[in-house]
């Protein structure tokens, strides 16, 4: 098999059955059958690799988690019914009670939430540092430390944390360096390189890209997964074989979709820097974002996100989603829709206005997810708004 991501994603597919399909079919089945009673505790004893019970494996799913683990570059992976079941069932499973996880502060809304309100429960502890701040984690680790958890680029801020420096970090302090790549896909860029021993989707977003089913994965090597999967295959966050062929599916066009969404936020994002309502553009692959060497170090192309502050803080915001005509309002990201979001008063409500100060999150932030509908016509609807 090829190393190109582009092949992999094609041509990585589950045996064929006796009906010799050019497409994998979808095994919508909750469980499977034995020849005999030895094939079947031979199979509960792993001593065979078999499918059991599609809350531990199906086909479609391995399918979906082979092709993500080999564009990642990683030895194994597993697959959750969403991003955040990846989230936590990834730190559950391997962090115990007194464990301390350093994070960077810009992440999303609901894995702030786990860190803050439900993993001190189980006396799982953080610290934040800021996406600016690499130069402080050290600091902040401990004896208890066990993770480095960070998302680049950030959701919703767009910003760009070096990958090399927490991979460094990481490593020296025999820490687990996890990170989320939603924003970037396997495409776009594959932490694993940079020395992440596990790597986060939400597959619910471009993956997807269609803005049709959720799904979550995470990667890495085969002993961490092994952990990760045990502990998914007793509590139940599996992902659903539909969801998995849909999903598995929509890998086959990543590359051409990012082509273009990524393109078409390049062009709204410059067209942004020329408007007077709208100021601190921020997009990876722009020449004025603050991290942009990083980004074009680690990055194969910018994303499709864009974001950016509108005049006239928390009204304008509210006026600006109010006047949009072409773009979704909602809170997904990541669709061939294009979408716009206001953070303040959604995905990140939850966070209190200091914290979400802290995270770059101020009340005229705009998170554009550019979609694939002609870019003129996407960049005429945002500038009616922003002068509505
Ligand atoms: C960066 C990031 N991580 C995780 C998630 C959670 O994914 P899901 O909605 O599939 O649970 C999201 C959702 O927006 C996200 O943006």
Not at 238 to 265: G, M, Q
Not at 284 to 289: A, I, W
Not at 315 to 334: M, W
Not at 365 to 374: C, D, K
Request: glycine share 6%; hydrophobic share 40%; with cysteine.
């Amino acid at each position: 098999m090829s190393d190109n991501i582009e092949t992999i994603a094609i041509k990585t597919q589950i045996e064929r059955t006796r009906f010799l399909e050019h497409s994998a079919p979808l095994y919508l089945t909750s469980s499977f059958v034995f020849e005999d009673a030895e094939d079947m505790r031979a199979s509960f004893s792993e001593e065979k690799d078999r499918n059991i019970y599609s809350r531990f494996t199906n086909p479609n799913t391995s399918e979906f988690v082979e092709k993500i683990a080999k564009m990642e570059g990683a030895e194994a992976g597993h697959a959750f019914a969403t991003g955040m079941s990846a989230v936590f069932s990834t730190l559950a499973a391997l962090l115990n009670s007194g464990d301390h996880i350093v994070s960077a502060r810009s992440i999303f809304g609901s894995t702030h939430t786990l860190f803050a309100k439900y993993f001190p429960k189980w006396n799982i502890s953080h610290s934040y540092f800021n996406v600016n701040e690499v130069d402080k984690i050290e600091k902040l680790i401990k004896p208890e430390t066990r993770v480095i958890y960070a998302e680049t680029p950030t959701n919703p801020g767009v910003y760009i944390l070096d990958l090399e420096v927490l991979g460094r970090i990481a490593k020296k302090h025999n820490l687990l360096l996890i990170i989320d790549n939603c924003f970037a896909t396997p495409y776009l860029q594959n932490p694993i390189k940079y020395g992440a021993d596990l790597v986060i989707h939400s597959a619910t977003k471009l993956i997807d890209g269609q803005g049709r089913v959720l799904g979550g994965v995470t990667v890495g090597s085969a002993e961490l997964i092994r952990e990760i999967y045990l502990f998914s295959r007793n509590t139940g966050p599996a992902l659903s074989p539909f969801n998995a062929w849909i999903l598995s599916k929509s890998l086959e066009t990543l590359h051409v979709r990012l082509d273009r969404h990524c393109e078409n936020a390049l062009k709204v994002a410059g067209f942004l820097e020329t408007e007077a309502n709208a100021g601190n553009v921020r997009y990876p692959f722009l020449p004025s974002h603050p991290q942009y060497e990083i980004a074009k170090k680690q990055m194969k192309l910018g994303g499709n996100i864009v974001s950016f502050e509108i005049k006239g803080g928390i009204e304008a915001g509210r006026n600006f989603i109010d006047n949009v005509k072409l773009c979704s309002r909602s809170a997904n990201l990541g669709d061939a829709r294009s979408i716009v979001t206001h953070p303040a008063s959604t995905t990140h409500s939850k966070l209190t206005e200091e914290e979400r100060l802290e995270s770059g999150i101020t009340p005229g932030l705009i998170r554009v997810s550019v979609g694939l509908e002609h870019v003129d016509d996407i960049i005429k609807d945002i500038q009616q708004a922003l002068n509505s």
